[in-house]
């Protein structure tokens, strides 16, 4: 196996917390694939959510974003509740890099194996990427920690209020592309469909 799952989900710092332009020399933008999508019993982020994943080895930074997203990152188009490719995709989930089918719960035999497709309006590319920690919880720098400046095109945005005593250290805000807020009223009106090939092609090919 190239990525031992174990190993990768005990690197990441996973936090969730329920919500209400290209590449650069500091590496804030640059494309991530959140360590859970390794595991092929995950079958994807929800869009009412923020996850922050510290010690990402694939960030420069060292911390992948999910900023409100939906699905996977490895599978646009999503998948049936039998694990099978919704029509006019060719493939179903796999996961990254080893290519092990995602086959979610089998003890929750309701949801099945079934991946949301990813928002439209919010596809990984406008959602999901390297950042920074740039504020903390009350909008400050001045407490001792480190924090980043955000590059041209991103903007510090609050992010994480709350994620328990153990985690207040990814409390705050962070660099997000300008233009990318969730508006939990209007963001997410359609998904990306493979008859329309509007989220990329990964499963199209």
Known sequence: MTRSILAALAAAVAVTVLSGTGCNSTGVGDPCVPEQEYDPTFLGFN????????KSFQCQTRLCLVNHFQGLVSC????DQMGNPLPGAKTACQTPGIQQKVTGNPADPKTGATVQPECADRTADKA???SCRCANVDGQTNDGANYCTCPDGFKC?????SIGAADQGLTGS????????????TSCGSQCEPSAKNCGNTQLQ
């Open 47 to 54: 869009v009412q959510e923020v996850n922050v994943e510290s």
């Open 174 to 185: 962070y660099c997000i592309k300008t233009g990318t807020d969730y508006n939990a009223n």
């Open 157 to 161: 945005t609050p992010l994480v209020s």
């Open 76 to 79: 646009p188009y999503g998948q």
């Open 128 to 130: 999901v990427y390297c």
